[in-house]
């Protein structure tokens, strides 16, 4: 897929007001300071499409982008960043729920892991609740760079085995870097597949 357009569209805390076009709409989400930003800009050959925000936690908003005029790329907040107060947290927690129970464009949600990190239990949550709710996921393992092949390879190996603990089949997933732009084409080719079918 080319990326001939990329335009941020709205930021919500409800999604009852959120873009009304029924195009179909793809989700990234992880825990503050994953790459979340990074990897959308990497993916939208953009600079600063997603802001990428000195402070985690910063942008906690539901925020549409429409892109190619064919579907919504949509940036949530991060999760689980300790200095949000816990009164914070649930609002936000309440509003990220009720986007992922009543947005019926959604086709996929990419949730990122930072590629040198074993399982976490906040991620491992986050999944579970999109299982029960029937909401499919991939997962993005992001800042692959940063890790050596055979250690990167060792690592999601090992997180994919954990995964089988829990689930009966993994989902799919795509090893990313957004300095070097892995995965790139891998990603789009996902979001164009889905689109045509
Ligand atoms: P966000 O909070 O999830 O949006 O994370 P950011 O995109 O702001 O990235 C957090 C930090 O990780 C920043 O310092 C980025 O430069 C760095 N980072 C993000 N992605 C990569 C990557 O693929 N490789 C490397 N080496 N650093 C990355």
Redesign the pocket.
Known sequence: MKIRSADFVMSNSNVTKAPQERMPEYAFI??????????IN?LMERKDL?K??GK?GK?QLINHFKINDEWFLVDLP?YGYAKVSKKKRTIFQFFIENYFKEREQLVCTFV?IDSRHDPQKIDLEFMKFLGENQIPFCIAF?????LGSSKLNKQITSYKKKLLNTWETLPKSFI?????GLGREEFLDFIDGVNED
């Open positions: 992880g825990r503050s300071n994953v790459g979340k930003s990074s990897l990497m997603a990428i925000s985690p942008t991060g990122l992001t800042k692959a760079d940063k990313t870097s957004s300095s070097t």
